[in-house]
């Protein structure tokens, strides 16, 4: 089954404990984007990535590191976490290639089912 | 202003009847438009997209853009409580590899 798989699917840490949360596509896709979902701000989006080592801050990509080692996975990791990371996390990949267009004109995302991290 | 705008609802609806979801946005950029369906606990899914102005339709869901108005629509008919979830209409400028902006997403309720 063609599929985003995240773990863990909810967390609850202390301020400044590392954690990764990872993210892991079987779909071959070459872009791969991190969301945070929070009440009355809706989704926006903290990191992306076109291929293998290329990354790319997005909106909210203050706290937050990523990297891309290896096509199918895309790890978010959170070096010293702060209670406003508090939020459900979304791993979200999509066919998209720099250079090219997707076959539907448009990066079309899939997305995981979701991480709920609670930073105490 | 907010680049892209949502009313959160809820919206609340009898079985049956045809829902009406909206969204305004101000980036005139903006040539993509998707709309995604959340369930609750789940993430995000793709039900409709279209590009620049125009029509869609895809069984009981139409989508609209007015590029002049910057006004998006989803319609449903014959809507049922299976409907019931979060839709978020989302916009990209071009392939859209610096990602979609989401609006806030309707809570939508069919109530059987």
């Known amino acids: 089954e063609a599929q985003v798989t995240q773990n863990p699917r909810y967390l609850i840490t202390v301020t400044g404990k590392k954690l990764t949360v990872t993210c892991s596509q079987n779909?071959?896709?070459?872009?791969m984007s991190w969301y945070r979902q929070d009440p009355g701000l809706g989704l926006r989006q903290i990191y992306y990535s076109m291929n293998v080592e290329v990354t790319d801050k997005g909106d909210v990509p203050e706290g937050y590191k990523v990297s891309r080692k290896e096509k199918r996975n895309f790890p978010l990791i959170l070096e010293s976490p702060s209670p406003n990371q508090t939020s459900l996390y979304f791993c979200?990949?999509?066919?998209?290639?720099?250079?090219?267009?997707?076959?539907?004109?448009?990066?079309?995302?899939?997305f995981g089912a979701g991480s709920r991290l609670t930073v105490l | 202003q907010k680049e892209v705008e949502q009313d959160p609802g809820p919206l609340s609806v009898p079985e049956g009847a045809i829902v009406s979801l909206n969204c305004t946005y101000s980036?005139?950029?903006?040539?993509?438009f998707m709309w995604y369906r959340q369930y609750s606990r789940k993430g995000p899914e793709l039900l409709m997209y279209t590009y620049s102005s125009g029509n869609k339709e895809d069984g009981r869901f139409t989508a609209q853009v007015d590029k002049s108005s910057k006004y998006i629509s989803l319609f449903i008919r014959d809507s049922q409580p299976s409907d019931s979830a979060t839709y978020l209409c989302a916009m990209s400028r071009g392939g859209g590899a610096d990602g979609l902006t989401f609006g806030k997403g309707t809570h939508l309720i069919i109530q059987p």
């Open positions: 779909m071959n896709h070459e872009y």
């Open positions: 979200a990949s999509s066919f998209w290639a720099s250079g090219l267009i997707a076959p539907s004109g448009a990066n079309v995302l899939t």
């Open positions: 980036n005139s950029a903006f040539q993509y």
